[in-house]
């Protein structure tokens, strides 16, 4: 793999200390997860996460099951000598290997964070349009999204 890159599984707690650390959230999604590792020249840079994800109902925009889409959930990364579309696609490779039941992967920009999709656009995705506008609240002074919220009260 270029520049040193290398991908593989990784526990709970690194995945959680790539979010904590590098995504701009600071939240753990809950739920099953397929969490990737991703090193660059041997060192630990950060996490790509794959779950089932909030949207109950993702499964028939692609008019797939449930068991057939999973979610882009997070992309966690400290800095980095590979492009961020590349680091996507190899552990994008190994979920088709290693789960060749999932068809699909759907992921969402956040525009409340200026997000744009660059990574999907970089990957040549399909994009889909909006979704319905999501509820923001504010806690000390910082901007949650009602799931970030739900999740934070349950951690606590």
């Known amino acids: 793999m270029d520049k040193g890159l290398f991908i593989d ?3 709970y707690e690194a995945s959680k200390y790539a979010v904590l650390n590098y995504h701009y959230s600071k939240a753990m ?4 997860l397929v969490r990737f590792g991703v090193w660059e020249d041997k060192e630990f840079i950060g996490s790509v996460l794959f779950g089932s994800g909030a949207n109950p109902n993702m499964s028939k925009v692609v008019n797939l099951t449930p068991y057939e889409v999973c979610e882009l959930v997070r992309v966690a990364l400290n800095k980095h000598k590979n ?4 680091i996507v696609s190899f552990c994008m490779k ?7 039941n999932i ?18 656009q970089a990957m040549n995705w399909l994009y ?8 923001h609240y504010m806690l000390d002074g910082k901007f949650y999204h009602s799931r970030s919220l739900n999740q934070k ?4």
């Open 153 to 156: 009260n349950r951690e606590n």
């Open 29 to 32: 999604p809950s739920g099953k």
């Open 128 to 135: 889909l349009g909006e979704t319905k506008t999501a509820t």
């Open 103 to 120: 068809k699909a992967v759907v992921s969402y920009a956040d525009p409340i964070q200026n997000h744009k999709g660059k990574i999907y």
């Open 9 to 11: 599984y990784c526990s």
């Open 83 to 86: 492009p961020v579309s590349k």
């Open 94 to 100: 190994k979920l088709r290997k290693d789960f060749p």
